[in-house]
């Protein structure tokens, strides 16, 4: 089982794999996950499925990484379907002074 | 063919040629059981097609991680098609209709049979799948957790579970933004309803005023969670923590309520709305740049963690969002939100989850059990 401290280091990698890779075509998040044995950390990409697969490498900083191809994701209440346009990623944090109440 | 010849040869179907128990009814009239799906507590003839299409394998699809997989029999032709009557198509007297419920047995030599011997007096139609409607879809005294519930402007989420103001011990329920509060738009002293509208919801069914809700920022910025929280008003009671199966018999209660955090290949339950009761593993935690589709633009959301399932059908559908996600010791640790059509364990999609601690935290709740 990896450490709480593997989990760390692998959370750092995960951040270098986003500014690295982040801005590839086809990528709908990147996770972090582990492998079968639960030995070692693995970086997951979710890829789309309907888009030509990612060239990503099989090892970034020492971690596996292992694509999911998949669909993009919806809010499941049930609603239409509304197409994915371009977003800018800023880092912005959840605050408390954000909710809305009565 | 008048009514008595089609009852015969209903009976003549369903005993001789598909080899069906014949068992007293209720009120003295034959009653035909599917041996292979047990005694039957059904009434009329209709149960023979609930019993045929849904008591059977519908329950007994085995689910990985979760209890002891019920043992699915051979499947049969017989075991899914229907026999009724009804009145002819063309002419002033009745006819038999055979609905088969597999894609395909058109062609089965067993339809033909039933064309062999019946020629124009049968009706042969593809029905699909029967399935009963679930209890989370229905009007619910006590209130629990998994049942349809809305905003009176969105179609259906669940109800993912019951939690109190930190301040004043208030209780409410506990679901998504998109569920409770539409996406932003509601005020907060709107109405929540159990059952949701797309269930037959209306203002009849007020269980809640909507108290609380994190905004989803759908301009690029990211976003963390997906929640809200209504206060209960109305008459109903509750069931805090019971999780029940898709039959909505208890299964077990929420063990605690101080969140815990969900790990990679966590095994993990939840009940909803749509897909009732199902298990799935963690895949992935802390999946940042996703990007959620609502109705009315996307949220890019951090620090969610994916789900896939480990049973034959899907771990979510839309109607699940608010679901509360549980380990498999009814632990809390996320509160679904969102999910992908197709692509992961057998191609059922993948369900996302944001953290439930971090909801709790934000609304300044403290879920109840």
Not at chain 2, 35 to 64: D, H, I, K, Y
Not at chain 2, 303 to 314: D, E, L, R
Request: some cysteine; overall charge negative; hydrophobic content about 35%.
């Amino acid at each position: 089982m990896t450490s709480g401290n593997d989990m760390t280091k692998a959370r750092v990698c995960q951040q270098a794999f986003i500014r690295e890779y982040g801005h590839v075509a086809g990528i709908l998040g990147i996770g972090l996950g582990l492998t079968d044995d639960r030995t070692e950390a693995t970086i997951e990409v979710f890829v789309d499925q309907e888009q030509e697969e990612p060239d990503l490498p099989a090892t970034f900083e020492g971690l596996q990484v292992r694509k999911t191809p998949t669909t993009g994701a919806k809010a499941l209440a049930i609603d239409e379907t509304v197409d994915l346009p371009e977003v800018d990623r800023e880092d912005l944090p959840t605050s408390k002074s954000k909710v809305v109440r009565r | 063919m008048d009514m008595d010849s089609a009852r015969n040869a209903q009976i003549e179907i369903l005993r001789d040629m598909f080899g069906f128990d014949e068992v007293a009814g209720p009120t003295g009239d034959p009653h035909f059981v599917n041996p292979r799906n047990g005694t039957s507590n059904e009434t009329g003839a209709f149960s023979v097609v609930a019993s045929a299409a849904s008591a059977g394998r519908l329950q007994a699809e085995p689910e990985f991680g979760g209890p002891a997989p019920v043992k699915i029999p051979e499947w049969r032709p017989e075991d899914d098609v229907a026999i009724g009557i009804q009145p002819q198509r063309k002419g002033r007297g009745m006819e038999l209709v055979a609905l088969y419920q597999r894609p395909g047995m058109d062609e089965h030599e067993l339809i033909q049979r039933l064309r062999d011997r019946f020629k124009a007096e049968i009706s042969v139609r593809y029905a699909g799948r029967t399935r009963a409607l679930s209890w989370t879809r229905e009007r619910r005294d006590p209130l629990c957790p998994g049942l349809s519930v809305g905003h009176p402007d969105i179609t259906a989420g669940t109800l993912g579970g019951f939690a109190r103001d930190k301040g004043t011990g208030t209780l409410g329920i506990l679901s998504n933004n998109h569920v409770l509060a539409n996406v932003n738009e509601a005020t907060p002293g709107d109405a929540s309803w159990q059952r949701a509208r797309s269930d037959g919801g209306s203002s009849g069914e007020r269980v809640g005023t909507l108290d609380r809700f994190l905004p989803i920022d759908l301009t690029g910025a990211p976003n963390e969670l997906d929640c809200a929280w209504s206060e209960l008003d109305g008459n109903r009671g509750t069931d805090l923590g019971t999780i029940r199966d898709n039959n909505g018999v208890p299964l077990g209660q929420i063990a605690q309520t101080d969140p815990v955090t969900l790990n990679a290949l966590d095994t993990v339950q939840k009940v909803g709305r749509t897909t009732g009761h199902t298990w799935g593993v963690v895949t992935a935690v802390n999946v940042m740049n996703l990007q959620v589709a609502f109705e009315k633009g996307v949220g890019v959301f951090q620090n969610v963690t994916a789900i896939q399932t480990t049973g034959s059908s899907a771990f979510s559908d839309g109607g699940d969002s608010g679901s509360i996600i549980l380990t498999e010791d009814f632990r809390p640790g996320g509160l679904l939100f969102a999910g992908s059509k197709s692509g992961g364990a057998g191609n059922k999609g993948i369900t996302y989850a944001c953290n439930l601690e971090r909801v709790l935290d934000i609304l300044d709740l403290d879920l109840a059990i």
